[in-house]
């Protein structure tokens, strides 16, 4: 039996509904976005390197729904999450991607490098981190509430960058997001063999505060972070949120080099097969949904033509 979708929460507890149908459909226009990424590469129409999301999706999708437009989103190599939650568009980011018209930084940045409003993506591990914290400052001087917010990986805590700027953060109490994508890999490289320590000793080595995530109820995690974002804003400090996360798919393409059973144990934590569970009958339709939606972008913009540099109002900007 299909359960309904507004449930009385005495009956079904937040965690058996699942999440909103807007939450849930841009879960799963990520999830499409990414396979289908995947089946392109593996059908010769995608050329260079690209790293899904697969099973980190909620978190952007909890995240953007605690920033402004206003606030800075820095991104990294797995960031196509960070840019649908924040932008909405599969197409502009598949053309990018593709190198096709209507990319959104004329087809130059490809999956890593993105740039449009106040987002901007790298490749380089930890480069980021610096770059956020110098705008947080701009930010607390000339935009009070406003926040920078920078994705990393577990693995980009061997970058010394991440320190310099933990440490100037912290003394300059920067409104400065450290949102940490806790996969528990590198690469190839589990997190208990590069890792010494802990990210929240890390974070306290220099007085930073530090949130650990386990769940990936997004409503739960908006419930919990709401206050302590709002920290961030009104009492500038940075602030370390770590997610404790899964990726699901292989590091780039076919890269992945743990055991299958391994993988097998994470799909049975995802939050796909969490929500499929809990609110079947939606999840089907949404799902179908958001498949079509994918499939019917890469269409489109596979029978575009190619992205042009010049003309397209990026020299010199
Ligand atoms: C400075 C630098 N060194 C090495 C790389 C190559 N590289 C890309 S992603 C990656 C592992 C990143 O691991 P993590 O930070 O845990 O992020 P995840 O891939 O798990 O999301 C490496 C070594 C890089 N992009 N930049
Ligand atoms: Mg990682």
Known sequence: MTRPVTADPAVFPAEAVGPDDADLSLMLMIRAFELKLLDL??????????????????IPVAMEALLDPRDHVFSNHRGHGHYLARFHDPAGLLAEIMGREGAVCAGVGGSQHIRRDRFLSTGVQGESLPVAAGVALHLKRAEPGRLACVYIGDGTFGEGAVYEAFNIASLWALPLLVVVENNGIAQSTPTSRHLAGSIAGRAAAFG???????????????????PLVSRVRFRPAPLVVEFVTRRLGPHSKGDDTRPAQAVQALREQDWYARCAAACPGRFRRLDAEARAHIDAVAAEVTARGPSRWEGAGWEGS
């Open 208 to 226: 930073i505060d530090h949130h650990l995530v386990e769940t990936s109820d997004v409503t739960e995690i908006r419930r919990t972070l709401e």
């Open 41 to 58: 590469y593996g059908r010769g129409l995608l050329n260079g390197t690209t790293h899904t999301c697969l099973g980190q999706e909620y």
